[in-house]
């Protein structure tokens, strides 16, 4: 075939998918609430795509808040950043750390029902767009919260806002519930080849 023709075939290929994607958006609503997402799996990237999507509501105005679950109150990146734009971010680190940093299942336990406590205030108010529990899914898969409660509490939030969880083991209760359910595989990683997590790529 000449290349006129392989053009001109592309183009009639291209029209044919235009029509055919315009038809299937015509086919779809607008949401009516906000939305429950879940990242998942054991690769990296549930956190970072999370605060991706922060970074996209942000760029809307919308107003975000970001509830830690495990990570107690060490330096990070993204609370840097995220610092910059505190009129529209409200940022709450209520984790003590990793579980075998912490060894102490109690204080663990008080801590997640403490942040249980905030995100629910939060997700109840009415003031956000966007709310991120990062690592939910962590005190969720050790029994520190009640899997039905938190389900429960998720969905009588405002209907304006929209939720990301994070953690690797996302409970099947909660998956239930979610809207988008993102699993991210590990294929490699640096830390098995002897590599320390690294400043601006893990925090
Ligand atoms: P990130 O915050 O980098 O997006 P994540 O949220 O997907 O990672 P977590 O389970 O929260 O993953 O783990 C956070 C830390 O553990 C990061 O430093 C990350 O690089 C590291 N990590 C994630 N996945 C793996 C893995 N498969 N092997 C080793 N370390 C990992
Ligand atoms: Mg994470």
Same mark, same amino acid.
């Given at each position: ?14 029209? @044919? ?11 779809k609503?607008?949401?009516?609430r906000? =939305?429950? +997402? ?7 990237? @549930? ?15 919308h107003?975000?808040?970001? &509830? ?14 995220? @610092?910059?734009?505190?009129? =529209? ?16 299942r ?26 991120? +529990? ?12 009640? &899997? ?5 509490? =998720? ?24 809207d ?15 590599? @320390? ?7």
């Amino acid at each position: 075939m000449s290349t006129p023709d392989i053009n001109e075939n592309h183009k009639a290929d291209m029209r @044919k998918m235009q029509a055919e994607h315009r038809e299937k958006i015509k086919a779809k609503k607008a949401a009516e609430r906000g =939305l429950l +997402l879940v990242n998942t799996g054991d690769g990296k990237g @549930k956190s970072t795509a999370a605060f991706g999507t922060l970074i996209r509501a942000l760029g809307w105005g919308h107003s975000v808040g970001v &509830v830690q679950y495990i990570k107690g109150n060490w330096k990070v990146g993204e609370r840097e950043f995220f @610092k910059r734009f505190d009129d =529209l971010v409200t940022w709450h680190t209520m984790g003590e750390g990793f579980t075998w940093d912490t060894q102490d299942r109690d204080r663990d336990i008080a801590a997640a029902r403490a942040a249980w406590d905030t995100s629910l205030t939060m997700l109840k108010s009415g003031a956000y767009d966007l709310i991120l +529990l990062d690592e939910l899914n962590i005190v969720l898969r050790y029994d520190y919260l009640d &899997v039905a409660d938190v389900v429960a509490g =998720l969905q009588a939030r405002s209907p304006r806002t929209s939720v990301i969880v994070t953690g690797r083991d996302a409970k099947p209760d909660l998956l239930a519930a979610a809207d988008l359910i993102s699993e991210v595989k590990a294929v490699r990683h640096p830390f098995d080849n002897g590599i @320390k997590a690294m400043r601006g790529i893990d925090f």
